[in-house]
């Protein structure tokens, strides 16, 4: 599974972070850090990884397995 953002819509709400900061860390400014080829995902945090995903206000982010 890989955790991508859509980094046109990402506004900086942080939701996803507050879930959890290792599957969706934050740059300076608070949008998204993750790069544009996606965030692998670890075996076990699959279901974190769509809740973070899912918590994303203006749907920015996806889990895509």
């Known amino acids: 599974m890989k955790i991508r953002v859509d980094r046109s819509r990402c506004a900086g709400h942080g939701q996803c972070n507050m879930v959890s900061e290792e599957l969706f860390p934050l740059d300076d400014q608070g949008y998204s850090a993750i790069r544009d080829a996606g965030l692998e995902v ?24």
């Open 42 to 65: 670890p075996t076990g945090d699959e279901d974190t990884a769509e809740e973070g995903a899912y918590n994303c206000p203006v749907q920015a982010l996806s889990a895509e397995k």
